[in-house]
């Protein structure tokens, strides 16, 4: 049987060794029975891969760590699946984890297993009603803000997540730790973290204007439209996405992340709307309202969590520039991504100077 089970389908670039996973979720219950019947790859980030498994007449994810796995790959992978079977019956919309295994040894790398979502998660020329029907892409917004509201609201000790990430002087912490992982890649040839503009005077305006409503909370990390899914039935969103980011740390910053990503007229110029069509959505303003209202939380200080956010994920995507120069990622992609970078910093420079 199981080489019947290898024979039937390709290899899926040695990701998933299905006659080990038929195997192993004969010994499960409650996932679908009898052999595995279908299994396909689908798009997803960048780090991780993610296949639809069918068995006999259910159909689940699996998640794994990409191919050439990292040192953390397994313990992010598993952090992931406890993360989301924490948040079961909380108000957060994530998928429902089915299953998750330990052992890397039975497909190559630790994994889990989790309930199919409906819809769609994507950047670009939205599908179905949202591209025609301006008050479904208002909901995206909302639907973005509820989640990210939502999240805010998990109490981690309650939640069993305490031990999630180092909440001790955490506002403090921010600008140090993500300066010292931009110029962690001036080790790489030809880059210069010097490339990336106004690093030093957002990170002196982040440092010396520290909110003074400092919460502590699950953070997701990555909130914006690629990683989340929203039904095609209803302007709602099915799930959250991808939480390899997550740790402890103020929720304002995902709200300050799903700004980032947003599109206003006075924005610097070079960044196209996330999705398209952009007509229909709301301002910043508004989805700060609507967090503040959600949340009881004072949104005065919002600027301050608007500008790590962008200060944060720009000298996150500059290891993928200095990537590109040691040739281990395409030219065009890594000037792609550093111009994103530079446009997040000329934005973190406009807020703090409003």
Known sequence: MAQQIADRFDDLDGLVDLAQLDAWLKTRTGIGSG???????????LQNSVFLISRGKEDMILRRPGKHLKPKSNETMLREARVLTALEGSAVPHPRVLATCADPDVIGACFFLMEPLEGFAQSGDLPGQYATDARW????????????????????VAAGLADLGQPSQWHERQVKRWRSQLEGYAVTPGYDPGELPHVNEVGRWLADNLPTDRRIGVVHGDMQ??????????????GVLDWELVSLGDPLLDLGWILSSWSEPDDPEGKAPMVRPWDGFQSRRELVELYGAL????????????????????????????????GKVPANVGESVHGYATWLMTKARQIIAD
């Open 295 to 326: 949340s009881g939380r004072n949104m005065s200080e919002m600027p301050w969590f608007f500008a790590l956010a962008c200060y944060k994920l720009a000298c996150l995507l500059e290891g993928t520039y200095a990537a590109s120069k040691a």
């Open 225 to 238: 439209f690629p990683n989340v899914m929203f039904s095609l039935k209803a302007p709602k969103i099915s």
């Open 35 to 45: 052999p595995i019947t279908g299994v396909r790859k689908l798009t997803g980030g």
């Open 137 to 156: 892409r208002r909901a995206m917004g909302e639907e973005l803000v509820k989640a990210a509201a939502a999240l805010g609201a998990v109490d981690p």
